[in-house]
């Protein structure tokens, strides 16, 4: 019977690759054929590096030839958000402002996953500088939603959550800001998962919002997420990135422990609140219960102050950004206005010309919150909220283990159906605090929703370095949903583009 990628995880491709039953460029060759066949109606891909990955793939190959161990994910393809350099591909933010940047080094989670024996296919398309939760803000194309091409893949890694659930990639990175990984892994229906600050290096990743910003992982089953994160973490902290820790944990180990007598954290106001919809609470709610199945017990928690998280993050967000993006002035980086009279105008048209509406909106604001008056009434006040919200998880966690909440208030809509930047911003309720407080949260796909047909998911955090329970937990609500009989799992690839392309020769 016909072998296709999409229905391999990262670590059957790795151990059929170790068993000799397919070669890593037979592997490299059916993902890219997947995505020559897919990305028309996806468009998740940027950039597409076939000679890249072939390459990457005859090295495994070879390695293999000559006796040599192989790596763990050992040709095991993988896309990469564009904005992440690796040498050899542009790494452009999806912005006109670095539409012909050449990356000139590799960034480190990058150059781990290559260690690690990945095969990197392509870059993935991105909400331009990461700002946005539809990957409609790409100054290139939309990316479209596997589970309905009229619909948006979130964001703002929405192009390596839309390859994955595409089935033309077994794996992504993603980086996560405010909710830029799970978001889009939850409209999608994979797993995405954002580590805690710190547990990888951001040297090579494009800065948005530095006391932020974090690279993870998406797949389509836990493993591949936790193996992912062994790639990224196993080889401990990053001497180019002064916030890297050492993560010294096998992110496999325990994952199929039993989580009896273990304690969930629910937020009541969390499945309160405004904008959740029905099928999005039915399913955390089933979720709550499938973990109390398992022998978990469920405690309310309650975090006084979650009301200021989102305020407080477009403040610091914002302010970060209107830093970290000031070096884009058309001189040293980035796109040159041609013709200009003077400096003053070559940087200003250059970066009037080179960003787009929500990069500026974003700037302007930053710039406005860090101005001398304001600062004090804004910044500050997001400061002292930001520690507050830290200090609420920190309490909460002294009752549970884990929390559970939605990773997002709906499913997937559709492009352009959401258009005022405030009611964009709102959606980002469930995500905003974790990067915050600077804990780790994974997004779990649980099935199709009952009203809309689409991916509904929930969300486990829990406290600073403890990543690898929140897994363990995620891997609960999988096995729970997996079909005891055929091993498969609730929701794999979008029908739609299973077994187009990408068969294994
Ligand atoms: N949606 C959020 C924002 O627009 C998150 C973005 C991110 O995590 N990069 O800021």
Redesign the pocket.
């Known amino acids: 019977m016909a072998q296709y990628i999409d229905t391999l995880s990262a670590a059957r491709i790795a151990a059929g690759i170790k068993a000799g039953e397919f070669s890593a460029r037979e592997v490299a060759q059916a993902s890219l054929d997947a995505i020559a066949a897919r990305e028309d109606a996806v468009q998740a891909f940027l950039q597409v590096c076939p000679e890249l990955a072939l390459a990457a793939a005859d090295r495994v190959d070879a390695a293999r030839a000559a006796g040599g161990e192989l790596p763990p994910l050992a040709g095991v393809p993988f896309a990469i958000k564009d904005n992440m350099n690796l040498v050899g591909t542009r790494t452009t933010c999806a912005s006109r402002m670095l539409e012909n940047y050449e990356s000139v080094y590799t960034a480190t989670c990058v150059q781990r996953m290559l260690d690690a024996g990945c095969v990197p296919v392509g870059k993935a398309n991105m909400?331009e500088f990461?700002?946005?939760?539809t990957t409609d803000s790409s100054a290139f194309h939309p990316t479209h939603n596997p589970w309905d091409t009229e619909r948006v893949p979130g964001?703002?890694?929405g192009g390596s959550a839309a390859a994955v659930a595409a089935g033309e990639v077994p794996l992504a990175l993603g980086?996560?800001?405010?909710?830029?990984?799970r978001?889009p892994a939850a409209l999608c229906g994979v797993v995405g998962m954002k580590p805690t600050y710190g547990a990888v290096s951001r040297y090579g990743v494009v800065a948005?919002g530095s006391s932020l910003d974090q690279v993870g992982p998406f797949g389509r089953t836990v493993e591949d997420v936790a193996l992912a994160m062994n790639a990224l973490t196993g080889a401990g902290k990053d001497p180019y990135d002064g916030t890297s820790q050492d993560c010294p944990v096998d992110f496999c180990e325990h994952l199929n422990d039993p989580i009896e007598g273990r304690r969930v954290g629910i937020i009541p106001a969390f499945m309160e609140a405004e904008g959740l919809t029905p099928e999005m609470r039915a399913a955390v709610e089933a979720a709550a219960r499938e973990l109390e199945n398992q022998g978990a017990e469920l405690v309310e928690v309650d975090l006084p102050h979650l009301d200021a998280a989102i305020a407080a993050?477009y403040v610091i967000?914002p302010a970060e950004a209107f830093s970290n993006l000031a070096r884009f002035d058309g001189i040293r980086y980035g796109y040159q206005e041609p013709d200009c009279a003077n400096l003053d105008a070559q940087s200003s048209l250059s970066r009037a010309h080179g960003f787009g509406p929500e990069a500026k909106r974003r700037q302007m604001l930053g710039a406005y919150l860090l101005s001398s008056g304001v600062y004090d009434k804004y910044y500050y006040a997001a400061q002292k909220a930001r520690t507050l919200i830290t200090a609420d998880y920190a309490s909460a966690y002294e009752r549970c283990d884990v929390i559970l909440m939605p990773s997002s208030p709906r499913t997937a809509w559709r492009h352009g159906e959401i258009s005022d930047p405030t009611q964009?911003?709102l959606a980002?309720l469930y995500?905003?605090s974790i990067?915050i407080a600077g804990n780790g949260g994974v997004s779990v796909p649980l099935g199709l929703g009952a009203d809309s047909g689409l991916p509904v998911a929930a969300q486990l955090v829990g406290p600073a370095f403890k990543d690898r329970t929140m897994l363990m937990f995620a891997r609960a609500l999988e096995r729970g949903l997996t079909d005891a009989a055929t091993g498969a799992p609730a929701l794999s690839v979008a029908p739609a583009f299973a077994g187009k392309g990408g068969e294994l020769a």
């Open positions: 909400d990461a700002f946005g939760s964001g703002s890694s980086s996560d800001t405010g909710g830029s990984i978001q948005f993050y967000g964009m911003y980002d995500t905003i990067n």
